[in-house]
């Protein structure tokens, strides 16, 4: 039998993109998700509710990995009622894999566990490493703690070793994602900088983000928590840069704070996943000998243009097609 990987919340962006990679791979996926909308149709689904042990546990025996992305949308309004569901929802979902893990004859090899890049402070003169990183306040910080304590505290056997992944933001041309929305914005004349403009953006091509998963699940050394994140921080102006000369749109209007905030609410999210900054360096990633693909926004951004949803992702050939200009420093382009 081919090894086993079991993905929660597989019906989610990273959750369709990942059951796809591996079920390309050869793996057995299992796809653990409340329903199956969304769901990419790779591999077996089996059904949950995100807080208490049922007939998925039994796909946890012997796996090969086990991957939670489990927990409500951040795209929203943080209304009172939708922090507790953001919060709650991912602490329960942890607990609840880690009391199944717990009770497994043969417990899975590895348990990676998604977290945020939100989870560290800002600094306005280097970036974050997952070594020496301090952690951040306000809201998602507070998430972001919350759901790695509930990961880092589960009691599982010696056997499973145990990533918390503190991902940036993952890029991939699909519709509603960030990058479907910038490009979008950006070729209706709207892509100038946003609020100071001076915000550092921390991003990982989706290429890159799965391989980056294989490489830790392969690497039995690895273990705590890891930044996935590209080793290229450009800040909020330099990255709406990038997607203008995507679109071949010369011109980007600025977008002031009071105008974010009247575009968040109209579209339903949180001004704060524009105008925070996250610089955030893998150091472990890089010190452990992953090499990134897509190591610069320019040439990430370029090559998703040809790559539109799940299966023009999965269909088009990876190789680096933005020309020398990708590998020069942000500050020559």
Not at 50 to 55: A, H, Q, S
Not at 190 to 214: C, K, P, T, Y
Not at 288 to 316: C, D
Request: glycine share 12%; aromatic share 10%.
């Amino acid at each position: 039998m081919n090894p086993v990987i079991v993905i929660f919340g597989a019906n989610g962006f990273l959750g369709r993109y990942l059951s796809r990679h591996f079920a390309r791979s050869g793996k057995e996926v299992v796809a653990v998700a409340c329903d199956r909308e969304g769901w990419s149709g790779d591999g077996m689904f089996l059904e949950w509710d995100g807080k208490t042990i049922g007939p998925w546990a039994l796909a946890l025996e012997g796996a090969e990995a086990v991957i939670n992305l489990a927990g409500h949308s951040v795209n929203c309004r943080y209304t009172q009622k939708n922090r507790g569901l953001i919060k709650q929802s991912r602490v329960d979902a942890t607990l609840v894999i880690g009391q199944a893990i717990a009770g497994c004859k043969t417990p899975p090899k590895t348990w990676l566990n998604a977290s945020t890049a939100t989870w560290y402070r800002h600094a306005e003169d280097k970036p974050q490493d997952d070594w020496l990183g301090e952690p951040g306040d306000g809201f998602s910080c507070e998430v972001a703690q919350a759901w790695e304590d509930a990961f880092f505290q589960a009691q599982v056997p010696a056997k499973t070793r145990k990533l918390a992944l503190r991902i940036g933001m993952v890029l991939a041309n699909e519709e509603g994602t960030v990058y479907d929305v910038l490009r979008k914005l950006t070729a209706r004349g709207l892509g100038g900088a946003m609020g100071g403009g001076n915000q550092r953006v921390s991003w990982i091509h989706m290429e890159d983000f799965l391989r980056a998963v294989d490489f830790v699940i392969a690497d039995p050394f690895l273990d705590g928590a890891i930044n996935v994140t590209a080793p290229d921080f450009p800040t909020n102006r330099e990255w709406m840069r990038v997607f203008r000369e995507v679109v071949g749109m010369p011109l980007g209007l600025p977008a002031a704070e009071w105008m974010l905030k009247i575009g968040a609410r109209l579209m339903g999210s949180e001004i704060e996943l524009v105008l925070k900054s996250r610089w955030v360096d893998s150091v472990r990633l890089r010190d452990a000998g992953f090499r990134w693909r897509w190591s610069r926004a320019a040439g990430a951004v370029a090559n998703l243009e040809g790559r539109r949803g799940l299966e023009g992702f999965f269909r088009a050939p990876s190789g680096r097609s933005a020309g020398a200009r990708v590998w020069l420093p942000i500050g020559t382009r």
